[in-house]
């Protein structure tokens, strides 16, 4: 009787690749999907973007395209969705809304609680009034601009939403 082990087991995918680098290490893992990056001012645009540069940060075609108006919805789990209206005027991005939508009521105050410290780490002194968690600012040469953030949760839904346009 002959017996053979083989302890070469073979390695999947997953195993020999090295783990994937947060973004956003110390926040909650979905500001790796919605914010994306720590360029610009949201995953990687600044306002006045053209259309051209905003399509090619998304990576993936929108929902809804317009000349003045690029909209993308994404699921980012089974609770929760977001979704991104960038308005152009002239080919010039003017306005950036975000709107997150779950299930998870405390996922959604964690979520807002950690775009306001991220923001807060970014920006410098923002405002509290009636909900609203305002940032104005001012980058370099350019015009300034405000983020505004809110948590609109119900009892049955949270959601969380921001606004970053141009002040003027």
Known sequence: MLISCNNNQE???????????????????????????????????????????IKYMENAAPTEISEEHLY?????????????????????????????????????????CDLKDYYA????NPTEDKGYVIYNCFEGQRKPFVVSLSDNSSPAQGIINMVIYKDK
Not at 23 to 28: E, K, L, M, P, Q
């Open 11 to 53: 390695k999947t995918a997953e195993q020999t690749q090295p783990p994937k680098q947060r973004v956003f290490a110390g926040y909650h893992v979905l500001l790796d999907e919605i914010v994306r990056s720590k360029n610009g001012i949201f995953r990687g645009v600044n306002l006045n973007a053209c259309a051209d540069s």
């Open 72 to 112: 993308y919805e994404y699921t980012a789990d089974s609770l929760t969705n977001y979704s991104i209206d960038y308005t152009l005027e002239n080919d010039s991005l003017e306005e950036i809304s975000v709107q997150i939508n779950t299930k998870d009521l405390d996922l959604a105050n964690y979520l807002f």
């Open 121 to 124: 780490n970014k920006l410098p």
